[in-house]
């Protein structure tokens, strides 16, 4: 595709669901990332993706969180058993391999709601 | 640790206008850069100028330019001949080749006067 593409665009789960949501890197783009972004606030690191390995998840805020890229181009970002404070938009970046200008190409974000 | 401050919560300017953003950062490395990303109310980030750390010339783009002090780890935004669809939140970012990741800093919301 042309850009990042994430899905949905929209989440409202009740607390203690689980949640799916899901990220398309733009093609051939190696590394892959996901970040947090609460109301008002610039986005915080989750983890980051090369291909399928997890190289980075130093982000992720508890265990209940949980991200996998198994086939290293789309990836999924799960929440087991939700809480309030988890409602955020979570956004997904992608860059590719090499790059030296450590530029990040982002999706336009999903917005978790957790009532 | 990499930490960014963005010590201006909200800007106004007049359509036309120059406008300058602020944006403070502290870090270790020594190979890292420096971002300014705009995110309009539809949440896409939009990357809208670079800065490589051992670049001393001040990147530009059209009508976004920076000033980059390396020694006083300062990286402010300057708009110039301000539009109205320049109106979004501002985020300052900060990579290093160490960390990949990017760190933020608390935005800034451009409001543009017409």
């Known amino acids: 595709g042309a850009g990042v593409s994430q899905s949905p665009r929209y989440k409202v789960a009740k607390r203690g669901q689980d949640v799916a949501l899901r990220c398309d890197p733009i093609?051939?783009?190696?590394?892959l990332f996901w970040y947090q972004q609460a109301l008002g606030q610039g986005p915080e690191f989750l983890t980051y993706?090369?291909?399928?390995?997890?190289?980075?998840k130093s982000g992720l805020p508890s265990d209940r969180f949980f991200a996998e890229r198994p086939e290293g181009s789309v990836s999924t970002l799960k929440i087991q058993r939700t809480q309030q404070e988890d409602s955020a938009v979570y956004l997904c970046a992608s860059s590719p391999m090499g790059a030296q200008s450590g530029i990040q190409y982002f999706g336009a974000g999903t917005r978790l709601s957790v009532l | 640790a990499q930490t960014v401050t963005q010590s201006q919560p909200e800007m106004s300017v007049q359509e036309a206008e120059t406008v300058t953003l602020s944006c403070t950062y502290d870090t270790s490395e020594s190979d890292y850069y420096l971002f300014w990303y705009k995110q309009p109310p539809s949440r896409q980030m939009i990357l809208v100028i670079r800065?490589?750390?051992?670049?001393?010339q001040n990147a530009t783009e059209n009508r976004f330019s920076v000033n980059f002090q390396k020694a006083a780890k300062s990286f402010s935004l300057k708009i110039s001949d301000s539009q109205l669809g320049d109106a979004a939140m501002y985020f300052c970012?900060?990579?290093?080749?160490?960390?990949?990741?990017?760190?933020f800093g608390q935005g800034t919301r451009l409001t543009i006067n017409p």
């Open positions: 970012a900060l990579g290093t080749q160490g960390a990949q990741k990017l760190v």
């Open positions: 993706f090369q291909n399928e390995a997890q190289l980075d």
């Open positions: 093609s051939g783009h190696v590394s």
């Open positions: 800065q490589e750390a051992y670049k001393q």
